[in-house]
């Protein structure tokens, strides 16, 4: 039950969540490039600079967050936790490594967008990165993120002893 309200409140505040990962993108990018990056969370924007000027500014979109595919994989993840059949301490550890592993994946693709678009310019580096290496990212990512939720589930397991009827 608290997964499916953890997932509906990412759904719920999914603005607030966008406003966090800007924050979090902004120091990144700002780490990776040493160039000045301001976040403006409550817009959902990240303002790039060049120098003293500004040389870019991207508006984070639902789409450009992890908050709506968390919430599915929160909310789809919830029956795993009745099922007798499954260990409760793995399935919560699977579900925690998976979140932690989709939304440091996705500050990443930000991050890598922000910091192309700082060293090659706007155009073309926002249409480079954004679509070509945030896709990559992203899928990589993901793909990451399954591996390692099955990996948990199914390393360890006790052997089922064998029922002879």
């Known amino acids: 039950m608290l997964l499916v309200l953890a997932g509906l409140s990412l759904i719920a505040l999914a603005g607030a969540w ?17 160039q000045t990056t301001i976040a403006v969370p409550r817009d959902h924007v990240l303002i790039l600079y060049a120098g003293t000027s500004v040389q870019s500014i991207f508006k984070l979109t639902s789409e450009c967050s992890v ?19 499954l260990s409760a301490r793995r399935t919560a550890l699977a579900i925690a490594v998976t979140t932690v592993i989709l939304v440091v994946v996705n500050i990443v693709r930000l991050t890598a967008i922000g910091a192309t678009v700082s060293e090659v310019g ?6 480079i990165a954004h679509t070509y290496l945030g896709s990559v990212l992203t899928i990589l990512g993901a793909c990451g ?21």
């Open 122 to 127: 706007t155009d073309p580096g926002f249409q």
């Open 67 to 85: 908050a709506y595919l968390l919430a599915a994989f929160l909310i789809a993840s919830a029956p795993l936790m009745i099922l007798r059949k």
């Open 145 to 165: 993120a399954g591996v390692a939720f099955a990996a948990i589930m199914v390393v360890h397991r006790k052997p089922q002893a064998a029922v002879i009827g």
């Open 18 to 34: 966008r406003g966090l990962e800007a924050i979090a993108a902004g120091h990144s990018i700002q780490l990776v490039t040493g």
